[in-house]
């Protein structure tokens, strides 16, 4: 049973245009979501996260947007720059009842052409 | 932010044999480190949560004497995979944090392949 869901596997955006990245979740448990970046063969890095008690959270370019009734949440990015091509996870926890554990959806790809 | 260090980044090894991982927490001391595996294409699978000075805890699915976890110390925690067969190849990934909704700061990665 996957709990959190990517399932756009790939997306191709214009340099300077608006990134949106999707994530869908249907544990009602999960309280913070996070999102990573991460290129082949390395580990994820850190991006933005948000808790449960807030919808929006900003930084820089990136804004993470959390639509709880929906069991949703996206990332924005605005605007594109090519390095910003790479595999985008997002990742949700429960922390009092999973111990901090973080579940992965299937990642997706952006592309982003100069 | 917070580093984590994780060592060999690649390893080729032959079908049979056992293969160590090692994750340390650089600046930080972390009483809990996830052990994660990737497969091309797919997402990242929690294998296992390794505490320090206790047991490991596993998911379901991950057999517990094939992937031995031992957390001796609060900056250190290794994965060994027990004869390893080319099914065990994949990309494992440590990761630890600064404490409950902490993020998770991420390993660099050991791409297992076995011949």
């Known amino acids: 049973d996957q709990q959190v869901k990517q399932n756009s596997p790939s997306l191709s955006v214009q340099e300077g245009r608006i990134s949106i990245l999707n994530c869908d979740y249907t544990n009602s448990m999960f309280d913070y979501f996070l999102w990573y970046k991460k290129y082949p063969a390395e580990g994820p890095t850190f991006l933005i996260s948000?808790?449960?008690?807030?919808d929006k959270n900003e930084d820089g370019r990136f804004t993470v947007f959390l639509n709880k009734s929906a069991k949703h949440l996206s990332l924005h990015i605005v605007p594109s720059q090519p390095g910003d091509s790479a595999v985008y996870f997002c990742a949700a926890s429960a922390y009092y009842n999973q111990g901090g554990k973080l579940i992965f959806g299937q990642g997706t790809e952006l592309s982003v052409k100069p | 932010g917070a580093v984590v260090s994780q060592h060999p980044s690649r390893v080729i090894c032959k079908s049979g044999t056992s293969v160590k991982i090692e994750c340390r927490s650089l600046?930080?001391?972390?009483?809990?480190m996830f052990w994660y595996r990737q497969f091309p294409k797919q997402s990242l699978m929690l294998m296992a949560t390794s505490n320090e000075g206790s047991k490991a805890t596993y998911e379901q699915g991950v057999e517990k004497d094939k992937f031995l976890i031992n957390h001796a110390s609060l900056t250190l925690s290794t994965l060994t995979v027990t004869s390893a067969h080319p099914e065990d190849s994949s990309f494992y990934i440590c990761?630890?944090?600064?404490?409950?909704?902490?993020?998770?700061?991420f390993g660099s990665g050991t791409q297992l392949s076995v011949l």
């Open positions: 948000i808790s449960s008690i807030k």
């Open positions: 990761s630890a944090s600064l404490g409950p909704y902490e993020k998770l700061f």
């Open positions: 600046d930080f001391q972390a009483t809990t």
